[in-house]
C-alpha cells in the first residue's frame, strides 16, 4: 500500500501524492513558488495596493449596481419582476419558513414532553479508553 | 560485465517506467477535463434539519455503542463542510464515527440574496442554539462537543463564551483565530483607512465567494501555479490526479458570505478585535473567552499561512477554563484536518482526550 502525504497550498488547496525522493524539478517548483510568494506578499501587503485594490472593488461593486437598477428599470417597463421584486417574496417565504420551523419546534416539544426521549440507535454506553485499557489485563 | 547488463536494464526500466508514464499521463490528462469532479462527503448522514442558508447532518453511527456525549461540528462560513468528509480514510467525520462518536454537523449552503441580514448572532448564537437543541433532543443528553475548524472555531467559541457554556460539555477548536490584528494579509487588504465595508455591502448584499477566494489567495500567490506544477508532473499518477482535484474542487468551491456578517466580522472582529480584547458583545451577552470554563481543545498548524500561529495563539491563554489542551503541529491550515498529518497526529491525539470527556 503507497503511503501518502498531503502536499498544501497557500490558497488552502492541498493534494496527495506518493512519498518519493525530492528530485530537481520538484525543488525548481518549491523554490518558484516561495519566490512567487515573497514577492507577491510584498506587492499585495503594500498600502497602495489596497487603495487600489480597494478602489477596484468599490467601482466593480457601483458598476454592478447601477447596471441591476437600470435593469430593474427596463424589467418594470414590461411589467416583469425585478431581482428585488423577487428577493422580496424570498424574504416573505424565509418569514413564513420561520413561522413554520418555531410551530414545528413546539410541536416536536409537546410531543417529546408526551412520548419521551426517542432514543435510537447504538447504545450511549462506550467508556473512555483509559478504562477500557485498565480493564484488558484482568480479562 | 553483470554490472554492465544491470545497467543497461536500469536504463531499459526507466525507458519503460518513461513510456507508460507519458501514455498514463495523456489518459489522465483527458481524463481530467473531460471527466466530472470525484464524489466527496460520502459517509453515509441524514439531513435532520434546513432552514436557510443551514443544514443539519446526522451521520450514521459506525460502532454497536457509542460515547454518551454527541459531537456537533461547526464548519467555516466560507468553505463546504466535505473538508470534514473528504473521501474514505480521509475524513475527520468517519474516524470519529469509528472510534465510537455520534457525530452531527452544520453545513452552510449559499446564503440566499434574502439572507443578506443575517448577522454574526445569526450564525454565532441562533443557528448553532437551534441546531443544539435538536441534537439535544434527538440524543436524549443535556450537553456536546461543540467542535469548530477555523471561523466554526470561531462561532463556536463565541456561542460558549456568550451563552455562558449552555448545552456544551466540551469545546474542540482547529485553528482558530482570535488576534486578528495577527491575520496578516487579511488584516491588511481589510485596513479601515482605504477598505470601505459598508459601502461595498450596501451595494453587493451577500459578498461574492470570488472576493472570499481573492483574499485567500493573495496569502500565498505562488501556490496556485505551484499546484498546477505538481499537478502536471504527477499527472501520470491516477491516486494523485484524483486526490488533487478532490483538494482542488474544496479549495475552489468557496461560498458567498452574508453580507451583514461579513459587515460585522470587519467591523468587529477585525477592527475593534473585540474578540481578543473581551468587549464583543453579540445579542445584547459579552463574550468575552473569560466565560468559556468547559474543558477546550485547541490544536494549531505551525506552517498556516491563513491563520497565522500568533493569531490563533491566544484562545487557549484567554479562556477561563481549568482543563485546557493546546497543541501546535507541523502542516498547513488545510492538512491540519484532513491529510496525512491529520490522521497520523491530529486525530490519535483528539481520539485520547475526547474519549476521557465524553462517557
Redesign the interface.
Known amino acids: 500500500m503507497r503511503k501518502a502525504r498531503c502536499t498544501e497550498t497557500a490558497n488552502g488547496s492541498a493534494a496527495v501524492a506518493g512519498k518519493k525522493k525530492e528530485d530537481p524539478v520538484q525543488k525548481a517548483i518549491v523554490q518558484l513558488e516561495e519566490r512567487v510568494n515573497v514577492l507577491g506578499r510584498a506587492v499585495f501587503g503594500s498600502e497602495s495596493f489596497g487603495k487600489v485594490m480597494n478602489t477596484a472593488v468599490s467601482t466593480q461593486a457601483a458598476l454592478k449596481k447601477g447596471f441591476s437598477d437600470r435593469m430593474a428599470k427596463n424589467l418594470h417597463f414590461y411589467n416583469m419582476p425585478s431581482q428585488d421584486d423577487i428577493v422580496t417574496l424570498a424574504e416573505q417565504c424565509a418569514r413564513i419558513e420561520e413561522r413554520m420551523i418555531s410551530v414545528e419546534t413546539m410541536l416536536r416539544q409537546l410531543l417529546a414532553e408526551k412520548a419521551g426521549p426517542a432514543r435510537t440507535g447504538p447504545a450511549r454506553t462506550r467508556r473512555p479508553k483509559s478504562e477500557t485499557r485498565a480493564k484488558k489485563p484482568d480479562a | 560485465m553483470s554490472e554492465a547488463r544491470s545497467q543497461s536494464k536500469s536504463t531499459g526500466d526507466r525507458i519503460r517506467q518513461l513510456v507508460d508514464r507519458t501514455i498514463q499521463r495523456n489518459i489522465n490528462g483527458v481524463s481530467y477535463f473531460v471527466t466530472p469532479d470525484p464524489p466527496v462527503g460520502l459517509t453515509a448522514k441524514d439531513i435532520i434539519h434546513k432552514?436557510?442558508t443551514l443544514q443539519l447532518f446526522h451521520y450514521h453511527?459506525m460502532?454497536?455503542?457509542?460515547?454518551?456525549t454527541p459531537i456537533l461540528i461547526v464548519t467555516p462560513t466560507t468553505?463546504r463542510s466535505y473538508a470534514l468528509d473528504m473521501m474514505p480514510g480521509?475524513s475527520l467525520v468517519e474516524f470519529l464515527l469509528k472510534s465510537?462518536y455520534?457525530v452531527y454537523l452544520m453545513d452552510w449552503q449559499p446564503p440566499?440574496?434574502?439572507?443578506k441580514s443575517l448577522s454574526l448572532q445569526d450564525y454565532s448564537q441562533t443557528f448553532i442554539q437551534e441546531c443544539l437543541?435538536i441534537v439535544l433532543?434527538?440524543?436524549?443528553?443535556d450537553e456536546v462537543t461543540l467542535m469548530g475548524y477555523c471561523m466554526g472555531g470561531v462561532l463556536a467559541s463565541i456561542y460558549t463564551a456568550s451563552m455562558k457554556n449552555r448545552g456544551v460539555r466540551n469545546l474542540v477548536c482547529f485553528t482558530t483565530p482570535v488576534d486578528f490584528r495577527e491575520m496578516?494579509?487579511f488584516t491588511?487588504?481589510t485596513?479601515k483607512?482605504?477598505?470601505?465595508v459598508d459601502?461595498?455591502v450596501d451595494?453587493?448584499g451577500n459578498v461574492p465567494p470570488g472576493?472570499v477566494?481573492q483574499g485567500?489567495?493573495?496569502?500565498?500567490?505562488?501556490?496556485?501555479?505551484?499546484?498546477r506544477?505538481?499537478?502536471w508532473?504527477?499527472m501520470w499518477?491516477t491516486?494523485?490526479v484524483e486526490?488533487?482535484r478532490k483538494?482542488?474542487r474544496?479549495?475552489?468551491d468557496m461560498l458567498p458570505l452574508a453580507g451583514e456578517y461579513f459587515r460585522e466580522t470587519i467591523k468587529q472582529l477585525m477592527w475593534d478585535n473585540a474578540l481578543y480584547t473581551g468587549k464583543l458583545k453579540v445579542g445584547g451577552n459579552s463574550a468575552n473567552l473569560k466565560n468559556i470554563t468547559v474543558p477546550i481543545f485547541h490544536a494549531q498548524a505551525q506552517?498556516d499561512?491563513?491563520v497565522l500561529p500568533e493569531a490563533s495563539k491566544p484562545l487557549i491563554p484567554l479562556v477561563g477554563s481549568e482543563d485546557k489542551t493546546e497543541i501546535v503541529l507541523k502542516?498547513?491550515?488545510?492538512?491540519l484536518v484532513?491529510?496525512?498529518?491529520a490522521v497520523g497526529r491530529l486525530w490519535p491525539v483528539l481520539?485520547?482526550w475526547l474519549?476521557?470527556r465524553?462517557?
Open positions: 432552514r436557510g453511527p460502532t454497536d455503542e457509542v460515547y454518551r468553505n480521509v465510537g455520534d440566499r440574496p434574502e439572507e437543541d433532543r434527538e440524543t436524549g443528553e496578516g494579509m491588511r487588504t485596513d483607512k482605504h477598505f470601505d459601502r461595498m451595494l453587493i472576493f477566494l485567500f489567495m493573495m496569502t500565498e500567490p505562488g501556490s496556485k501555479p505551484a499546484s506544477a505538481q499537478l508532473k504527477n499518477d491516486g494523485f486526490n488533487f483538494y482542488d474544496w479549495a475552489n506552517h499561512s491563513l502542516g498547513g491550515h488545510v492538512s484532513c491529510g496525512a498529518n481520539d485520547d474519549s476521557e465524553s462517557a
